[in-house]
């Protein structure tokens, strides 16, 4: 296993209340996503992990900035937002990169979805719902928070496969 001395994660404090703790796992997993792309170039950001899958880094983080957006924008901010990537006739649009979608573009936008997400969350209470546009069912803030570590989780895991194929690096 290999460690990257750039790694600057902060695991949160066991001893820290349940927001703090919540926010704290959802941004170490929001951070070891960045830290699985770091230093790749385009190409390595654009190597399939096994094709025939369409799995990326830079689809990853595509598909974040997805997943991001909808949840804490659409589902518990109820602002209607359409999708950044995926169309009806492609859903998986995120994880399709083609030679005009850029690293740069990928990247901040999925940034600026954290810091939407970020905002959205903002002094509201983990107990608060809201309820889905699309389906209705509520959901709470507390559930989002809990369904983003997990949504990152399960994608780190791909994360660090695609990685190490690209370069061996491994344990980010």
Known sequence: MTTDPADNRARPNP???????????????RETLALKCAGLDDAQLRARSAPPSPITLLGLVRHMAEVERGWFVSVFGGEPAAPLYCTEDRPDRDFE??????????????????????????????AETS???????RYSLRWVHLHMIEEYARHNGHADLVRERIDGATGM
């Open 131 to 137: 309820p889905d546009p699309l389906t209705g069912e």
């Open 15 to 29: 001893t820290d209340g349940e927001r703090k703790q919540l926010e704290g796992w959802l941004d170490y997993h």
């Open 97 to 126: 990169c083609e030679p005009g979608d850029t690293t740069e573009e990928a990247f901040a936008t999925w940034r600026e979805q954290i810091a939407l997400a970020r905002s959205t969350a903002a002094g509201r209470d983990l």
